[in-house]
Nanobody
């Protein structure tokens, strides 16, 4: 059994910052990638950012230069530093982990981020 525990969501004014954190625990022994997705009301879930084992990262164009993803391999944690937040960043943010030679995908329960104008 694998658990992903997220924290750090909340309400912030436009231009503000938030940091999301996610910790993976349980029967997970080989993580290939960790990342964050988000889903706004009425929209599909989309990739925000992810980082793979070699340290390479990928960001959605809409967050490049504003968000930074970081990973602690020893602790199986991933964080998303979000700066210069915009109202269009409002969404439920989900932690995502791909493990076991890309055979398993795990999701967190989601954390709400609301950016007021």
């Amino acid at each position: 059994q694998v658990q992903l525990v997220e924290s750090g969501g909340g309400l912030v004014q436009a231009g503000g910052s938030l940091t999301l954190s996610c910790a993976a625990s349980g029967s997970i022994y080989s993580i290939n990638a960790m990342g964050w997705y988000r889903q706004a009301p009425g929209k599909q879930r989309e990739l925000v950012a992810h980082v793979v084992n070699d340290g390479s990262t990928k960001y959605a164009d809409s967050v490049k230069g504003r968000f930074t993803i970081s990973r602690d391999n020893a602790r199986n944690t991933v964080a998303l530093q979000m700066n210069s937040l915009k109202p269009e960043d409002t969404a439920v943010y989900y932690c995502n982990v791909i493990a076991h030679f890309y055979s398993d995908v795990y999701w967190g329960q989601g954390t709400q981020v609301t950016v007021s104008s």
